[in-house]
């Protein structure tokens, strides 16, 4: 019976996994002006960090996708891990449950939690994970100084590492709103690799 269970819940994550990160792309693509540069800088390994600056709630929503699909598709496994503060993925069964799915890894804002940067530590080796260097949303749009937790992460795992430039999604997410804006201009940038 649990090997049934379990088959139904893999197949319900996969095609979960699979229809959102396709809405997310023809949300980002399709109904915003989404354009990206420097896809070709990131290998298809695992032990791949992506360090993009905050500046919404979706900001996850818009790389991993931009940097995996298709391919995503045929390899779920490609689906970035990323922290979410856990009061607003988290609040909820329903919500932490599709969270959980789509590997977020909940943070509580304004803590310095050493269980969660160690589980990002087991987890990266065998995975690709997004994570934010500012570790709070930019008011500005401005780059913020770096949060000293994903320096001891990158020191610890040793992990090639991508910088990801993000604009325009504080005007497609502005601070306060909950619902997303559509037909604006986005642009993703992802760096060369860093040692």
Not at 20 to 39: D, E, H, S
Not at 114 to 137: A, K, Q
């Amino acid at each position: 019976m649990k090997t049934i269970f379990k088959l139904i819940n893999n197949f319900i994550s996969f095609i979960w996994i699979i229809s959102t990160v396709t809405i997310a792309w023809i949300f980002f693509k399709v109904l915003n002006r989404t354009k990206v540069y420097g896809k070709k800088n990131i290998p298809l390994k695992t032990n791949l960090l992506l360090l993009p600056n905050h500046l919404t709630m979706i900001d996850s929503f818009l790389v991993g996708p931009m940097a995996f699909y298709p391919k995503v598709i045929l390899k779920p496994s490609l689906l970035p891990w990323s922290p979410a503060a856990e009061e607003n993925f988290f609040n909820n069964p329903i919500l932490a449950w599709m969270s959980a799915k789509w590997k977020a890894i909940p943070v509580k804002r304004g803590r310095k939690d050493l269980e969660v940067l160690n589980r990002m530590s087991e987890l990266l080796p065998h995975s690709t994970m997004i994570n934010f260097p500012e570790g709070t949303r930019s008011r500005t749009g401005k780059l913020g100084k770096g949060r000293p937790g994903v320096g001891k992460l990158i020191y610890d795992v040793r992990p090639i590492v991508i910088p990801v430039r993000l604009f325009g999604m504080k005007k497609v997410l502005p601070i306060g709103s909950y619902i997303p804006r559509i037909f604006k201009k986005i642009t993703v940038i992802f760096g060369k690799p860093i040692d």
